[in-house]
């Protein structure tokens, strides 16, 4: 971890509950953008957004989508037990009638034993849907799942019978136009708990005009956990425990980060920052002789426990060279890296992301690159109205020193 105490209370702010957006604007493109660069900070419109990237960058997106994961069962009693499902045992897919999830309960004191029992979907697709508790490991427990139509997949079982798991701090139940809203456009692999909120603002139109600009887009995907709206509860936030997500990375992504090595790579999200951060360790590990089999792991303090000087490009090269030489086309494993101030950036050079909650990791992550000048970012976007958090508005931040 890092050498000097880390005070949460550093990174705090009055966030006003009317500053936090309820809905999406009518459209994505519409929101507003605050440009960090060079000291100076710029009120911009995201659709926009070209004006402000180097020409010939490198956009980096996360292409995960967010499953339903609220399930809502009600015991004969009436009493009402909310399984929110974080992570299964393999896969997403499965198919055979059963599957095994890492869950969250909601009301697990009246929920001591028994199978619950969830009726989903109409006529053809109606389907049932039974649920067994088993161990609890800390806050999450065991889930057995049964339904009875067993050609169809679990997350198919979850578009009939799940919610959509809105961030807490919307306090609103999830509407029929959240089911589109609350997904970026271009999402494609189910896993996700939270969306990667920073891309809910691109349009076909935005991306056009960024390609315009000669600028390319790769992605990646990491499965947002519902770690990432846990609070930093301790008052040194060494001492927070950060969640881990899965993630999984093309081969033809690796060639491109190497090909863009002297280039502008950036993120679009906090998710990708990580991610991409993640493989710069991952590749240093590898030198080193790390075998990481059929899944890697990376410590939320890998990065601050020796200095590394290896350069990006060898770092990604020993990834690259994994790959082939177990003749793979990805990589897949978990982060629990935390980035805070002191983090030096191997990867990324600039971020797209939205405004976040005051004391927590995300906050952190936006100091770490910009420095103290976040307050200063943030006390302007209070100031003129801009809107807060996951359905709100962005920002283009570039490190402090560039």
Known sequence: MTEYPLNISDYDYALPENRIAKYPLSERDQSKLLVYKDGILTDAAFKNISDHLPTGSLLIFNNTRVIRARLIFQKESGTRIEIFCLQPEGSYGQTGGSATWKCLIGNAKRWKSGVLELLAGEGDEQVTLTATRGEQSGDTHRIMFTWNKPGIAFEQVLELAGKIPL?????????????????????????????????????????????????????????????????????????????EEELIVEKQLILKLLQNTSGNTIPVGTTSMRSLESLYWLGCRLLNGYEPGDSFFIDQWEPYQHEEKTPAAEA?????????????????????????????????????????QPQSTLLLLVAALIGKNWEKAYKYALENDFRFLSYGDSCLFFPANS
């Open 167 to 243: 961030p807490p701090y919307l306090n609103r139940s999830p509407e029929l136009s959240d089911t589109e809203r609350y997904q970026t456009i271009y999402a494609q692999f189910n896993g996700s708990v939270a969306a990667p909120t920073a891309g809910l603002h691109f349009t076909p139109k935005v991306l056009e005009s960024i390609e315009a600009k000669d600028c390319r887009f790769e992605y990646l995907t990491l499965h947002v956990g519902a770690g990432t709206f846990k609070p930093v509860s301790v008052d040194d936030a060494r001492q927070h425990t950060m969640h």
């Open 316 to 356: 990604l090269q020993a990834i690259y060279d994994y790959l082939n030489r177990n003749n793979l086309q990805s990589v897949s494993g978990f982060t629990q890296i935390m980035i805070v101030p002191g983090y030096r950036f191997r990867i990324c050079k600039a971020l797209i992301t939205n405004f976040h």
